[in-house]
């Protein structure tokens, strides 16, 4: 067996281990897949995110308005079951 003329002489005892290398192919539906994934993970973690917001915003809004309708004093001038007087006079 003559070596190649590209290959360097070998010493003895010395193998060359001949490992096939498959050609790189670029596989457009595994990206199209990963990106719709991904894609769709970011829209379910937007829309968890925008719910619990959107329920702390909600509670908040209703407390506030709770708060402010009992911070109200009122000043009742006459007695409601009375009937005012320019409608006794009738």
């Avoid at 917001?53 to 506030?64: E, H, P, Q, S």
């Amino acid at each position: 067996m003559n070596p190649s003329p590209d290959l360097p002489p070998l010493a003895p005892n010395e193998v060359i281990t001949w490992i096939k290398v498959e050609r790189e192919s670029f596989d457009i539906l595994g990206v199209i897949v990963a990106s719709l994934g991904f894609t769709g993970l970011c829209i379910a973690l937007a829309a968890f995110c925008g719910s619990i917001l959107g329920v702390a915003f909600i509670l908040r809004g209703r407390r506030d308005r709770q708060l402010a309708a009992g911070d109200h004093v009122g000043i009742h001038l006459g007695d409601p079951d009375t009937p005012a007087a320019s409608a006794r006079a009738y």
